[in-house]
């Protein structure tokens, strides 16, 4: 299941069949493109929370619609959660300090000139602080979510 990572809904994508998902007395949470505020929906003692925040979605919710490919799948939040992974650009030739960036953050995983930081429910802050005290000089960051 997932051979990619999971992805936003569609704006197109039907919300009743997503409801299709949603099991009694569940607050579903459903990660949909270019949603620009969150919407609530309810319909047969189920409900749907739909945005495009999904720290939102991740607070609120115990499981959340998403994308794999053209199917949609409700996940649980908790999985979503351990596929948080911070993606750091690091504008040097080289990279000084990796060995403090490891005790800290165990299963990190480098490429050229990018890192890969597992976060889970960690903090992004935490490890960007880590590369500014190490004298990284981070060119970009975001958070990914790879199953």
């Known amino acids: ?4 990572a999971p992805c936003q809904l569609l704006p197109r994508v039907s919300l009743l069949a997503v409801l299709g998902h949603a099991r009694p007395g569940e607050l579903l949470g459903v990660w949909l493109r270019g949603c620009p505020r969150p919407l609530r929906l309810r319909a047969a003692r189920c409900a749907l929370l739909a945005s495009a925040d999904l720290g939102l979605l991740l607070r609120r919710c115990g499981r959340v619609a998403v994308r794999d490919g053209g199917r949609i799948v409700a996940l649980d939040a908790q999985r979503l959660i351990g596929w948080r992974t911070l993606q750091i650009v690091i504008g040097a030739p080289f990279l000084p300090g990796l060995e403090d960036l490891r005790v800290l953050f165990p299963n990190l995983r480098v490429t050229s000139g990018r890192i890969a930081v597992p976060l889970g429910l960690g ?9 500014a005290a190490e004298r990284l000089p981070v060119l ?3 958070i990914d979510y790879r199953g």
């Open 123 to 131: 903090s992004a802050e935490e490890a960007l602080a880590l590369c």
């Open 140 to 142: 970009a960051s975001w």
């Open 1 to 4: 299941m997932l051979p990619g």
